[in-house]
């Protein structure tokens, strides 16, 4: 049977794990950036 309240009330929780899936994303996304500039070759001026 299906209960239209459930599904109301149910939003929620898919927004709470949406929002977590968008931390974690940028999280990891964060991660890759800094991880591109610590190991970055130094370039190296021509003289």
Known sequence: ?????????????MGVGMLCIIIVMGVLIGATVLLN???RPKDEKKD
């Not at 049977?1 to 929780?13: A, K, R, S």
């Open 37 to 39: 500039k610590i190991t």
């Open 1 to 13: 049977m299906f209960e239209p309240m459930n599904f109301v009330t149910n939003l929620q929780y």
